[in-house]
């Protein structure tokens, strides 16, 4: 016979945590390609939404081969060191909810 509690325990099971490098390495290739569309973006001509995200990577000319060198690679590591502090506080919260 079943019963609600098992239901009830699978709806508040909180022992699953987060890979810290599986979120690093996504966290930074994601704002890496991120930024790579955004500099595509550049030689659109309507497209100047885009420079806002550039510029916060690098202070080279929106479309030169600086900006994408130096804003892929301050993006790549700003990504994963948001990915990673994601899944270490994300980690660390669900601790809480564990009896």
Same mark, same amino acid.
């Given at each position: ?30 704002? +890496?390609? $991120?930024?790579?569309? !955004? %500099?595509?973006?550049? @030689? ?7 420079? =806002?995200? #550039? ?11 600086? +900006?994408? $060198?130096?804003?892929? !690679? %301050?993006?790549?590591? @700003? ?7 994601? =899944?270490? #506080? ?10």
């Amino acid at each position: 016979m079943a019963t609600a509690t098992s239901v009830a325990f699978s709806a508040t099971d909180h022992r699953h945590s987060l890979s810290v490098i599986r979120l690093l390495v996504t966290g930074g290739f994601t704002a +890496a390609i $991120v930024f790579l569309l !955004c %500099w595509i973006g550049t @030689f659109i001509p309507f497209a100047s939404p885009t420079h =806002a995200y #550039i510029g916060l990577f690098t202070s080279a000319d929106y479309s030169s081969e600086r +900006a994408l $060198v130096e804003g892929f !690679c %301050w993006s790549l590591l @700003f990504g994963g060191l948001v990915g990673a502090v994601f =899944a270490l #506080i994300y980690n660390a919260i669900g601790r809480f909810g564990r009896e």
